[in-house]
């Protein structure tokens, strides 16, 4: 688990960042910072931390895999259908993002429906 003594800068709360402008102040502002915490499987009484290091890079690879020379129109609306964990989840919406397109996503479904 990684220890942070360091104090988390917030973002402004005026709605001036859009997502993928959150994702890049959190990445350079408070990389060292969780943004996800889980139990490890292998260690009953161990947490697992993703930083919000961790979570840029992984949207930021995942905007190049999805758009990687940012051709075509901006702003185009796409919906994510994927069987996969919350934080893969995350990082390929983050990423969508980041690639400039408009992540619609009009129900949750789990696979406990």
Sequence with gaps: MTSTTQQRELPPLDGSLQFAELIDFN???????AMFVFADDKQPTALTEITFL???RAAHRAAYAVRPTRTG?????????????TLLHHAVVGGMSIAGLVVS?????????
């Design 105 to 113: 996503i009009p129900l949750m479904v789990s696979a406990c429906n």
């Design 73 to 85: 129109p901006e702003g185009e609306v796409v919906v994510l259908v994927a069987n996969c964990d």
């Design 54 to 56: 961790e979570f840029g």
């Design 27 to 33: 990445l350079h502002k408070n990389p060292a910072h």
